[in-house]
Protein backbone atom coordinates (compact mmCIF):
# COMPACT_ATOMS: atom_id res chain seq x y z
CA UNK A 1 0.00 0.00 0.00
CA UNK A 2 1.49 3.43 -0.52
CA UNK A 3 2.52 5.23 2.04
CA UNK A 4 0.47 8.62 1.43
CA UNK A 5 -2.33 6.93 1.12
CA UNK A 6 -2.60 6.14 4.47
CA UNK A 7 -0.09 8.63 6.01
CA UNK A 8 -0.05 11.67 4.05
CA UNK A 9 -1.56 14.90 5.84
CA UNK A 10 -4.78 15.51 4.01
CA UNK A 11 -5.47 19.34 3.85
CA UNK A 12 -9.23 19.69 3.41
CA UNK A 13 -12.28 20.48 5.06
CA UNK A 14 -12.89 16.88 6.67
CA UNK A 15 -9.52 16.08 7.09
CA UNK A 16 -8.45 13.45 10.12
CA UNK A 17 -5.49 15.62 10.55
CA UNK A 18 -7.82 18.99 11.17
CA UNK A 19 -8.60 17.76 14.56
CA UNK A 20 -7.52 21.27 16.71
CA UNK A 21 -9.80 23.62 16.86
CA UNK A 22 -7.14 26.29 16.49
CA UNK A 23 -5.92 24.35 13.28
CA UNK A 24 -9.51 24.35 11.84
CA UNK A 25 -10.05 27.98 12.27
CA UNK A 26 -6.96 28.90 11.12
CA UNK A 27 -7.75 26.78 7.76
CA UNK A 28 -10.57 28.47 7.30
CA UNK A 29 -9.39 32.06 7.68
CA UNK A 30 -6.98 31.07 4.99
CA UNK A 31 -9.44 29.44 2.83
CA UNK A 32 -12.81 31.15 2.99
CA UNK A 33 -14.48 33.09 0.06
CA UNK A 34 -17.82 33.76 -0.75
CA UNK A 35 -19.42 30.82 -3.26
CA UNK A 36 -19.72 31.13 -6.54
CA UNK A 37 -22.38 29.36 -7.03
CA UNK A 38 -25.69 28.81 -4.52
CA UNK A 39 -28.05 26.04 -4.29
CA UNK A 40 -31.29 26.48 -6.40
CA UNK A 41 -29.14 28.83 -9.41
CA UNK A 42 -29.21 27.93 -12.48
CA UNK A 43 -25.95 28.25 -15.04
CA UNK A 44 -25.68 26.78 -17.84
CA UNK A 45 -28.82 25.23 -18.40
CA UNK A 46 -28.07 23.41 -14.74
CA UNK A 47 -29.93 23.78 -11.49
CA UNK A 48 -27.34 23.60 -8.62
CA UNK A 49 -28.91 21.18 -6.09
CA UNK A 50 -25.61 20.89 -3.72
CA UNK A 51 -22.10 21.61 -3.01
CA UNK A 52 -19.51 18.95 -3.21
CA UNK A 53 -16.22 20.32 -2.49
CA UNK A 54 -14.27 23.41 -2.47
CA UNK A 55 -10.25 23.45 -3.00
CA UNK A 56 -7.66 24.42 -5.45
CA UNK A 57 -9.56 27.60 -6.31
CA UNK A 58 -12.45 25.94 -7.65
CA UNK A 59 -15.98 25.02 -5.88
CA UNK A 60 -17.65 21.71 -7.00
CA UNK A 61 -21.58 21.98 -7.26
CA UNK A 62 -23.80 18.87 -8.00
CA UNK A 63 -27.07 19.39 -10.55
CA UNK A 64 -29.16 18.43 -12.94
CA UNK A 65 -30.70 19.73 -16.23
CA UNK A 66 -34.54 20.30 -16.91
CA UNK A 67 -34.97 16.72 -18.04
CA UNK A 68 -33.64 15.50 -14.77
CA UNK A 69 -29.79 14.59 -16.88
CA UNK A 70 -27.47 14.55 -13.99
CA UNK A 71 -24.52 17.08 -14.17
CA UNK A 72 -21.55 19.05 -12.17
CA UNK A 73 -20.78 22.63 -12.15
CA UNK A 74 -17.05 23.36 -11.63
CA UNK A 75 -17.05 27.38 -10.16
CA UNK A 76 -13.57 29.36 -10.09
CA UNK A 77 -13.46 31.05 -6.94
CA UNK A 78 -14.58 34.54 -6.71
CA UNK A 79 -11.29 35.34 -5.37
CA UNK A 80 -9.59 34.74 -8.23
CA UNK A 81 -8.13 36.95 -10.80
CA UNK A 82 -9.07 38.30 -14.22
CA UNK A 83 -6.06 36.24 -16.05
CA UNK A 84 -7.41 33.08 -14.09
CA UNK A 85 -10.63 33.73 -15.32
CA UNK A 86 -10.12 33.93 -18.38
CA UNK A 87 -7.51 30.77 -18.94
CA UNK A 88 -9.94 28.93 -17.14
CA UNK A 89 -12.76 29.74 -19.86
CA UNK A 90 -10.90 29.37 -22.66
CA UNK A 91 -9.90 25.81 -21.95
CA UNK A 92 -12.85 25.11 -20.92
CA UNK A 93 -14.16 25.67 -24.60
CA UNK A 94 -11.14 24.11 -25.71
CA UNK A 95 -12.09 21.12 -23.86
CA UNK A 96 -15.91 21.08 -25.51
CA UNK A 97 -14.17 21.61 -29.42
CA UNK A 98 -11.97 19.32 -28.86
CA UNK A 99 -13.36 16.45 -26.54
CA UNK A 100 -13.51 13.63 -29.84
CA UNK A 101 -9.38 13.82 -29.81
CA UNK A 102 -8.57 14.20 -26.66
CA UNK A 103 -11.00 12.10 -24.35
CA UNK A 104 -9.93 9.53 -22.10
CA UNK A 105 -11.93 6.79 -20.00
CA UNK A 106 -12.38 8.39 -16.66
CA UNK A 107 -11.89 12.77 -17.43
CA UNK A 108 -14.69 14.69 -17.29
CA UNK A 109 -16.68 15.54 -20.81
CA UNK A 110 -17.75 19.77 -20.77
CA UNK A 111 -20.78 20.23 -22.36
CA UNK A 112 -21.55 24.04 -21.03
CA UNK A 113 -19.54 26.73 -20.09
CA UNK A 114 -20.86 29.85 -18.31
CA UNK A 115 -18.46 32.92 -19.02
CA UNK A 116 -20.50 35.06 -16.22
CA UNK A 117 -20.13 32.67 -13.66
CA UNK A 118 -16.71 31.34 -14.55
CA UNK A 119 -18.12 27.81 -14.28
CA UNK A 120 -18.48 25.01 -16.87
CA UNK A 121 -20.76 21.84 -16.40
CA UNK A 122 -19.77 18.27 -16.95
CA UNK A 123 -21.61 15.02 -17.55
CA UNK A 124 -21.51 13.52 -14.00
CA UNK A 125 -24.16 12.15 -11.56
CA UNK A 126 -20.96 13.33 -9.00
CA UNK A 127 -21.63 11.72 -5.23
CA UNK A 128 -18.99 13.06 -3.76
CA UNK A 129 -15.06 13.72 -4.72
CA UNK A 130 -12.20 12.25 -3.46
CA UNK A 131 -11.87 14.92 -0.74
CA UNK A 132 -14.45 13.83 0.91
CA UNK A 133 -13.42 10.22 1.01
CA UNK A 134 -9.82 10.10 1.41
CA UNK A 135 -8.12 8.72 4.47
CA UNK A 136 -11.68 7.69 5.92
CA UNK A 137 -14.20 5.03 5.42
CA UNK A 138 -13.14 3.07 2.00
CA UNK A 139 -11.00 -0.07 2.73
CA UNK A 140 -7.41 -0.76 1.13
CA UNK A 141 -8.92 -2.69 -1.94
CA UNK A 142 -10.76 0.28 -2.97
CA UNK A 143 -7.96 2.91 -2.59
CA UNK A 144 -5.92 0.98 -4.27
CA UNK A 145 -8.79 0.17 -6.84
CA UNK A 146 -9.29 4.20 -7.33
CA UNK A 147 -5.87 5.10 -7.13
CA UNK A 148 -5.52 2.72 -10.33
CA UNK A 149 -8.30 4.14 -12.10
CA UNK A 150 -7.07 8.09 -11.62
CA UNK A 151 -2.96 6.80 -12.27
CA UNK A 152 -4.64 4.90 -15.68
CA UNK A 153 -6.58 7.92 -16.87
CA UNK A 154 -3.88 10.49 -15.91
CA UNK A 155 -1.00 8.31 -18.17
CA UNK A 156 -3.61 8.46 -21.11
CA UNK A 157 -4.29 12.09 -20.97
CA UNK A 158 0.20 12.08 -21.16
CA UNK A 159 0.18 10.17 -24.08
CA UNK A 160 -2.00 12.98 -25.59
CA UNK A 161 -0.01 15.37 -24.35
CA UNK A 162 -2.24 17.03 -22.01
CA UNK A 163 -0.81 18.16 -18.48
CA UNK A 164 -3.54 18.18 -15.88
CA UNK A 165 -1.55 20.74 -13.81
CA UNK A 166 -3.53 21.17 -10.41
CA UNK A 167 -4.68 17.34 -9.66
CA UNK A 168 -5.74 17.03 -6.13
CA UNK A 169 -8.27 15.24 -4.25
CA UNK A 170 -11.48 17.93 -4.68
CA UNK A 171 -10.93 17.29 -8.82
CA UNK A 172 -11.49 13.45 -8.49
CA UNK A 173 -15.40 13.56 -8.56
CA UNK A 174 -16.81 9.82 -7.51
CA UNK A 175 -19.58 9.12 -9.57
CA UNK A 176 -22.97 7.35 -8.77
CA UNK A 177 -20.88 4.31 -9.48
CA UNK A 178 -18.39 4.27 -7.03
CA UNK A 179 -15.47 5.66 -9.61
CA UNK A 180 -13.66 8.06 -10.19
CA UNK A 181 -13.47 10.81 -13.01
CA UNK A 182 -10.84 13.32 -13.31
CA UNK A 183 -11.87 17.09 -13.78
CA UNK A 184 -10.50 20.40 -14.01
CA UNK A 185 -7.79 19.45 -16.44
CA UNK A 186 -5.17 22.05 -17.70
CA UNK A 187 -7.70 24.35 -16.46
CA UNK A 188 -6.32 26.32 -13.27
CA UNK A 189 -2.47 27.69 -14.07
CA UNK A 190 -1.76 26.95 -9.91
CA UNK A 191 2.40 27.69 -10.99
CA UNK A 192 0.78 31.25 -11.50
CA UNK A 193 -0.96 31.12 -8.41
CA UNK A 194 1.87 30.26 -6.70
CA UNK A 195 4.08 33.01 -7.88
CA UNK A 196 1.68 35.76 -7.16
CA UNK A 197 0.52 34.43 -4.00
CA UNK A 198 2.01 32.85 -1.00
CA UNK A 199 -1.09 31.47 0.91
CA UNK A 200 -1.53 29.36 -2.27
CA UNK A 201 1.64 28.21 -2.19
CA UNK A 202 0.86 27.12 1.95
CA UNK A 203 -3.11 26.13 0.61
CA UNK A 204 -1.67 24.26 -2.11
CA UNK A 205 1.86 22.61 -0.47
CA UNK A 206 -0.23 18.60 0.51
CA UNK A 207 -0.93 17.96 -3.21
CA UNK A 208 1.23 19.70 -5.84
CA UNK A 209 5.26 19.50 -6.31
CA UNK A 210 7.54 21.37 -4.99
CA UNK A 211 9.24 22.89 -8.19
CA UNK A 212 5.31 24.11 -9.35
CA UNK A 213 4.97 25.57 -5.94
CA UNK A 214 8.15 27.46 -6.84
CA UNK A 215 6.31 28.85 -10.23
CA UNK A 216 7.85 26.24 -12.34
CA UNK A 217 5.32 25.37 -15.21
CA UNK A 218 3.33 22.15 -14.27
CA UNK A 219 4.48 18.75 -16.31
CA UNK A 220 3.86 15.06 -16.68
CA UNK A 221 6.29 14.44 -13.71
CA UNK A 222 4.63 16.81 -11.27
CA UNK A 223 1.22 15.36 -12.16
CA UNK A 224 2.75 11.99 -10.99
CA UNK A 225 3.82 13.99 -8.02
Known amino acids: MPPF ?9 DSLWLTS ?8 L ?3 NEPSLEVGEDVADTHITRQLA ?3 GVEVWAGETEAGEPR ?3 ALVEAAGQDARDRFLVEANRWIE ?11 EVVAV ?3 AATYVGKCKAQATLATHILKHWPEAKRVTIFRSVAKTMAALHEKGVVHGSLRPENVLINAAGEPVIANARLYDLSTACRTDATAARLHQPFTAPEVRHGTN ?4 SDVY
Do not use: H, Q
Open 5 to 13: LTERPYWGR
Open 21 to 28: PAVRATFA
Open 30 to 32: LSW
Open 54 to 56: VGG
Open 72 to 74: VAL
Open 98 to 108: NWDSLSVPGLL
Open 114 to 116: DPL
Open 218 to 221: ANAE
